[in-house]
């Protein structure tokens, strides 16, 4: 078992900044990741980071968000820059506890934190 606690996220402003973290206990994980949903939207591949540190971001935060991983306390972080309001969002950790080539799919991350709220206003 692995568990995930999140911790960050808010209201910010549009063009503000925002931090999360997500430290995980329990078995060895692998990759670790990102994902958001909004509301009537279904769940999308924010970043994830993996076990050798490479990186993978979705399009649309490339440039903006910037993740990274603390192996020491096995937390992984992510940084929101330039935030806009369509980055507005539940924001959920998710780690895999098994070896993939996949990283951008749900589908392919075995535990998920409880999620925390990311609000960007006008």
């Known amino acids: 078992q692995v568990q995930l606690v999140e911790s960050g996220g808010g209201l910010v402003q549009t063009g503000g900044s925002l931090g999360l973290s997500c430290a995980a206990s329990g078995r060895t994980t692998y990759a670790m990741g990102w994902f958001r949903q909004a509301p009537g939207k279904e769940r999308e591949f924010v970043a994830a980071?993996?076990?050798?540190?490479?990186?993978y971001y979705a399009d649309s935060v490339k440039g903006r968000f910037t993740i990274s991983r603390d192996f020491a306390t096995n937390t992984v972080y992510l940084q929101l820059n330039s935030l806009k309001p369509e980055d507005t969002a539940i924001y959920y950790c998710?780690?895999?506890?098994?070896?993939?080539?996949?990283?951008?799919?749900?589908?392919?991350?075995?535990?998920w934190g409880q999620g925390t709220q990311v609000t960007v206003s006008l």
């Open positions: 980071i993996n076990n050798d540190e490479s990186t």
């Open positions: 998710a780690a895999r506890t098994y070896y993939s080539h996949y990283y951008t799919t749900a589908a392919h991350y075995n535990y």
